[in-house]
């Protein structure tokens, strides 16, 4: 388990301040992530009783489904619409900054750590 089994006060504050940025990142996520997907969920099953209710031109009940796993990811490879658009990207941006950022920074530090007091 190299250093990491080993107790380390002189990265004790490292551990401290890592322990308290996913606490506010967990608060983030609960408070403001989960309740937007919740949204888009809501307003998803909304259009889908819609176009339930409507037809098409041939005068058929249009419906809408989900797909499933295999589905999602043959439609995740061909689907190739890239947008820089802040429209659509906005509400994601604060996530993926800290995801993306923030959480490898992080990750990198606590590695360096560890290989300096192994």
């Not at 004790?12 to 888009?40: E, L, N, S």
């Amino acid at each position: 388990m190299g250093s990491l089994a080993y107790y380390q006060p002189e990265s004790q504050h490292v551990g401290i301040v890592g322990m308290a940025m996913c606490m506010v990142f967990f608060v983030f996520m609960v408070t403001v992530d989960v309740p937007m997907y919740v949204k888009r969920w809501r307003e998803g099953q909304q259009y889908m009783m819609k176009m339930r209710m409507s037809k098409d031109d041939e005068g058929k009940k249009k419906h809408m489904m989900y797909m499933n796993s295999f589905e999602g990811s043959i439609d995740a490879m061909e689907r190739r619409v890239v947008t820089k658009s802040w429209h659509v990207w906005k509400e994601e941006t604060v996530w993926l900054t800290m995801y993306f950022s923030t959480a490898v920074w992080l990750s990198l530090l606590l590695v360096h750590k560890s290989v300096q007091h192994w």
